[in-house]
């Protein structure tokens, strides 16, 4: 997490005059306290606004959240600093990743910004890069899509890259296209040793969620079930009672692209 950065978007969002007024008490709240803002204090502010808790405000939560993202990724990538802040934004205000999946005006947001985030992506050369790689898990990773529902919209964009004249080799998309499908090789669940080592290091041997260096345990923060690879970039430390805690609130996300004909458009969609 980092707080300046934290408020600086947060001072971003406030600036805007369109902002909702149920939503500009809590990014107020969070410009002016930053990582400091504990579950009670977003409590009291939504009980000040009527809401009888965090649960009946969700709808306003989900959407601040998605106001931080937007100004987040102004330059198309996501540091780990706003990863993090985003992740203590979705804890601070009660809300699980299968959130993002159950209102429709909200799968619209999600959709529109992964969709933008994938066309800037493959439209750029047609190849995926290492970066442009890691900043497709961060995109699955921040609205807790699973491995089939990120995959529509990878496959989507894919198959256009294709149509313009990409090679397969060059495409990082887990689902490779000809004239038919080819599935995705068998995976292993085990973590490299030097990935561990590496993640080891970079969380210093204690739980990014609490802090603890007891029974500590490498995690697959997009669940491997989900397709969530053995990279650097999605295995964190965590102690055995945060990653026991964090595999109970893993939502399962309503069928994401029910209400949106997103795989109808046309190729005109790159170009608009």
């Not at 500009?24 to 939504?46: H, Q, R």
């Not at 969530?228 to 965590?238: A, D, E, H």
Request: charged residues 35%; aromatic residues 8%.
């Amino acid at each position: 997490m980092n707080e300046t950065e934290l408020k600086w978007v947060f001072s971003l969002i406030i600036s805007k005059k369109d902002l909702d007024e149920n939503i500009l008490p809590l990014a107020e709240l969070f410009y002016e306290k930053g990582i400091a803002v504990t579950k009670k204090d977003t409590l009291s502010a939504v009980k000040d606004l009527g809401f009888k808790n965090l649960k009946d405000y969700k709808e306003n939560s989900i959407s601040l959240i998605i106001h931080y993202i937007y100004n987040a990724l102004n330059d198309n990538k996501l540091t780990q600093a706003e990863k993090g802040n985003i992740r203590f934004l979705k804890m601070a205000l009660e809300v699980l990743e299968g959130d993002f999946g159950k209102n429709k005006k909200v799968k619209t947001e999600v959709a529109n910004i992964i969709k933008t985030q994938l066309r800037l992506i493959y439209i750029d050369d047609d190849e995926i890069d290492k970066e442009e790689a890691l900043h497709k898990v961060d995109l699955q990773e921040i609205f807790g899509l699973s491995y089939d529902e990120f995959s529509v919209f990878d496959k989507f964009e894919a198959k256009l890259a294709i149509q313009r004249g990409a090679r397969l080799e060059n495409l990082d998309t887990v689902v490779h296209y000809s004239d038919g499908l080819v599935e995705e090789s068998s995976r292993s669940r085990t973590i490299p040793q030097e990935v561990k080592d590496k993640v080891w290091n970079r969380d210093g041997g204690r739980c990014v969620l609490c802090g603890s260096n007891e029974l500590i345990e490498f995690d697959h923060i997009i669940p491997f079930s989900k397709g969530g690879s053995n990279t650097y970039r999605n295995i964190q430390v965590l102690c055995q009672s945060c990653n026991r805690s964090k595999s109970d609130s893993i939502g399962e996300v309503d069928d994401f692209l029910d209400e949106l004909d997103y795989l109808d458009e046309s190729e005109d969609y790159i170009e608009d």
